[in-house]
């Protein structure tokens, strides 16, 4: 079955970086479009970044878009989230998914980042 587990998460003061990782099992990897998710306290989980089974196409939230890299590894079967100047706003826990505008897999235990002085 699919399986997602997110990582890299932690406590950062505002401006600076973190790089999240997500390790995908039990389907075709390279296949599938990946994105990153994060929902904060409150509010509604919400696309941030997503990256084509390629990784020709990527994509971005505005609020994220300059800051934020999304890549992919197919070979090692990880997606990853580079995330530059972080501000108290991205404040969440961010999840990985397969899919390119809609999660189409079940949701992993996600990583929290935490972006505050």
């Known amino acids: 079955q699919v399986q997602l587990v997110e990582s890299g998460g932690g406590l950062v003061q505002p401006g600076g970086s973190l790089r999240l990782s997500c390790a995908a099992s039990g389907f075709t990897f390279g296949s599938y479009a990946m994105s990153w998710y994060r929902q904060a306290p409150g509010k509604e989980r919400e696309l941030v970044a997503a990256i084509s089974s390629a990784g020709g196409s990527k994509k971005y939230a505005d609020s994220v878009k300059a800051r934020f890299t999304i890549s992919r590894d197919n070979a090692k079967r990880t997606v990853d989230l580079q995330m530059n100047s972080l501000k108290p706003e991205d404040t969440a826990i961010y999840y990985c998914?397969?899919?390119?505008?809609?999660?189409?897999?079940?949701w992993g235990q996600g990583t929290q980042v935490t972006v505050s002085s």
């Open positions: 998914n397969l899919g390119y505008s809609s999660p189409l897999g079940p």
